[in-house]
């Protein structure tokens, strides 16, 4: 196998670990490698022609989208054409912020996409933005991604990329076949106590790495007060059909950042995931809601504090 192949696979592999906590066998991604083996146009280290002002737009402006909408309003360079949402109160809240952002100067023209499940389809066809910042359930990631980069933009998706292994395959060929970027916005390897952890182990002051151990460990239990919209009314259900880490890259991305693999020679070896029974959700729903309550009819499978171990493969 050449070098860049192997590369690509790796990096896809470990892209694709979080899917074992979907109850997906990892060995089911050999089957698409023939495939991209016959069409690949490996996209790692491409760079896309400079946009001068990149029009962009939004999928999903809640919790999460509205805090991308305020960012990327205020970066010098965009103009944000269009946001949607099922909500229009939602979608207004970030028109509003943008516009303010915009100062009557940017963001003057943004289209308002609401009501129903595929009004982003229109969305794309329309305004045929640059970029798209896709922040809704997970379900709905992969075709979003796809969508956009077929209708010739860029997408920026949230975390996890996606929920099955043939959508992560097909986010990977359509990126290939269309030349459009599909960067899963994985924050956590920007903050600031990774970023100068990793500026330490750049120096060469903690050492070799021969072992990882990387957590996700977030109290989202309130979520569950989220029942008929929200982050709680979508997410909690995948508490109830998987188990393992439902967030990997989280923990991950840093850890293999400080160990740089899938950036060299060095790559991913070998995987654990391990986490605790799943009482927590459980008992979070019989303290709080009635026996008939829908938290109370889910069988809980995902535990708590969900680790992965792994050893680098070091060529
Ligand atoms: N990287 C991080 O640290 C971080 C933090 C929080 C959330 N997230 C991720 O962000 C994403 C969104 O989470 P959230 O907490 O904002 O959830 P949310 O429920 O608050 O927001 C999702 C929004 O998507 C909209 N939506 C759903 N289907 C749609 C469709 N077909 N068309 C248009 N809009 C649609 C919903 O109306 C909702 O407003 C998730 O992937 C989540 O895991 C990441």
Redesign the pocket.
Known sequence: MKRKDFLKLSSASAMLFGLKSHGINLSDSEKPYDYLKNNSQYMGDFAAPKINVVKVAF????????AHAKQIAAIEGTEVVAI????KD?AMKSYNLCKDIGGGNRHKNIAI??G?????RAMLKEVKPDAVFI????D??AP?AIETMKNGAHAFL???MATTIEDLWDIVNTSEKTRKHCMM????NYGRDELMYLNMCRKGIIGDFLHAEAAYIHELRFQMK?EK???G???TYHYAKSRGNL?PT?GLGPVAQYMNLSRGDDNFNSFVSYSTLALGRKIYAEKNYDSEHKWNKLNYTNGKVPLISFAPKIC
């Not at 999928?59 to 509205?66: D, K, N, Q, T």
């Not at 129903?116 to 982003?120: A, H, Q, R, V, Y």
């Not at 922040?135 to 997970?138: G, I, K, P, R």
């Open positions: 999928i999903g402006v809640g919790a999460r989208g509205s949607s949402d099922l909500y939602l996409y609401s129903d499940e595929n009004k982003w922040s809704t359930n997970w709905n990631h979003m949230e975390v996890p916005m994985e924050n956590v989220e919209r929200g982050t009314s979508w997410r967030y989280h």
